[in-house]
């Protein structure tokens, strides 16, 4: 019971942070958002038994990819950001995108992953051991390896795309 309402608290916590971070005029304050929602993650991590996720969490993407997002933040001068001119058709787009995700989420539960293998939810459980060792072998081991490197090239180009628009600017 007691569980429940913890992540009943941290979840809507979340969500309203979420919209917040979403409805926010400065990007700083959208980003300070994002930092709630973190923790927020973090919290529920840690509810799993996922001590060394938490931990992550907090330390790579609430500390070092918030203060690149920050550093690029100040980079691109907020002070001269233009309001947009048409919000409905953001709103419009935002719509469609979130129906074509709802209906992915659907067909995965409905035919399987891409795999070949049924999707279950809950997921199965993963037997007891240690987390960095299961981590380990689930980032390097099974699959997971190209979209993590992936990951961080991506993380690369948009460090340089947006160092070349402030470049731009400056």
């Known amino acids: 019971m007691i569980d429940t309402l913890f992540f009943a608290l941290v979840a ?34 840690l509810t799993l038994s996922a001590e060394f996720l938490a931990a992550v969490q907090i330390i790579v993407y609430a500390g070092a990819v ?25 709103g419009i787009v935002a719509a469609v995108l ?23 939810f809950p997921p199965p459980a993963v037997p007891w051991s240690d987390n960095v060792q299961a981590i380990g072998e689930g980032l390097f081991t099974t699959g ?16 340089v795309g947006a160092t070349v628009l402030a470049k731009r600017r400056l």
């Open 12 to 45: 809507a916590v979340a969500v309203v942070a979420a919209v917040a971070m979403v409805v926010a005029r400065r990007a700083v304050h959208s980003a300070l958002f994002l930092v709630v929602i973190l923790f927020c993650v973090a919290l529920l991590y």
């Open 66 to 90: 918030m203060v690149l997002f920050l550093f690029v933040i100040t980079l691109l001068n907020p002070a001269a950001e233009q309001q947009l001119a048409d919000v409905r058709s953001h």
């Open 98 to 120: 979130a129906g074509v995700l709802l209906i992915e989420v659907a067909a995965v539960l409905r035919w399987g992953t891409l795999a070949g293998q049924p999707a279950s």
């Open 144 to 159: 997971f390896l190209l979209p993590f490197e992936l990951t961080s090239v991506l993380l690369i180009v948009a460090i």
